[in-house]
């Protein structure tokens, strides 16, 4: 297969990876308190284009709600886990788990994306390039479902039958760090196409429009500074240097918790 394919995020996903190569985990320090660089991520993200959005499968809206789409109870647990690493948080310092980027991951792997409807998926397979984008037999859903169950016996069988939600931090940092080096074997794809599909969505689940069900509350703008897509800006452009104190603001409004459906 030669033609790249897109995720989600398409143009806007492909830019935030390339904005946050610098903070691509094989570069950070072992032993650092967290398995993400909060400042890093910011420097980062403040070179993207205003507006990430990403495309959904309805028109109405809804409250958030955290039944699951696509993930078994076992495979959410572990989502939780691997993005609460990747982007840490906690309730006054939002990251990837208080942000809802879980629930925006689950919604994008049951749609059109999981399937990967438009995409090209005949082979031959061929490794590829990075070049090239999405290389892999399997849809986005079917690789998250093979790579979980992998890494979690992987886990099982290095941990005392622990699957990865249940180790320490310090372990699931280095279970990360393992298939981004691709430390870890698993079947059918190398370890560290997995994990540049699960660090790729997570940036976009942060960073993306509350309507796809991440960046709950605007938390991800919040940390950058982008104030949201409001319909013009004429009376603030000219404002050099003034800070900004209009709220945050979504495609659904300023209700930061809104999606679609």
Known sequence: MTTANKSPGA??????????ATASPSAWPS???????????VQAALALPAVLALPACGNETQRPT?????????????????????IPG?????????????VFIDRQLS???????RWYMEGPWAAGSDQQ????EETPAQLYRKAIAGVDAYCRERHDGKPYAELSSEDQDQVLHDLDENKIELEDFPAQAFFSVLWQNTQEGFLSDPMYGGNRDFAGWKLIGFPGPRYNYVDEIT???????????????RDGTRMRS
């Open 239 to 253: 404002r050099y240097g003034d800070p900004y104190t209009m709220p945050p603001v979504g495609l659904l409004g």
């Open 31 to 41: 032993g650092a308190p967290d398995f993400f660089s909060r400042r890093r991520f």
């Open 111 to 117: 749609g059109p994306y999981g399937r990967a409807d």
């Open 11 to 20: 143009a806007a996903g492909n830019l935030l990876s390339r904005a946050c």
């Open 133 to 136: 984008g999405y290389q892999l």
């Open 90 to 102: 906690d309730d006054k310092d939002p990251g990837a788990l208080e942000a809802g980027v879980p």
């Open 66 to 86: 955290l039944s699951r789409t696509f993930f078994s109870a076992d495979e959410y647990r572990f989502i939780q886990a691997a993005t609460a690493r990747l």
